[in-house]
């Protein structure tokens, strides 16, 4: 029995499993990137995995202070969205348990 997913349907639920989806690099499309006046970067989109919105700020402390505009930085971005995913640890507050490379301009 198979069923078409209507277009306007929620995203499929996903399990919790940690790791790089193979869908990883394409799905960063959905992901952008932002830096405020406070020159603190946010970045915020779509988890590649489960379709849930995740975000993040890239504090300036953790990357140093003193860069120059249009550094490359590369950030280790972890799904944090709000939605439950079955099988997730205890110790893991959010996300579906995906995680990878994200490199931004900043
Ligand atoms: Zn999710
Ligand atoms: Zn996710």
Redesign the pocket.
């Known amino acids: 029995m198979s069923e078409d997913r209507r277009v306007d349907a929620p ?1 499929p639920q ?1 399990g919790w499993a940690q790791g790089v989806p193979a869908n990883w690099i394409a799905g960063l499309e959905r992901i952008t990137a932002y830096t405020d006046t406070e020159r603190v970067t946010h970045v915020s989109g779509l ?1 590649p ?4 919105p ?1 975000w993040m700020d890239v504090g300036g402390n953790e990357i140093g202070v003193g860069l120059t505009s249009r550094e490359r930085i590369e950030i280790l971005l972890r ?1 944090n ?5 079955e099988g997730r640890p205890e110790t893991e507050v ?3 348990g ?1 995680f990878g490379k994200v490199v931004i301009n900043r």
């Open positions: 995203p996903t988890c995995r489960c379709d849930h995740l799904c969205c709000a939605e439950p995913h959010a996300g579906c995906a």
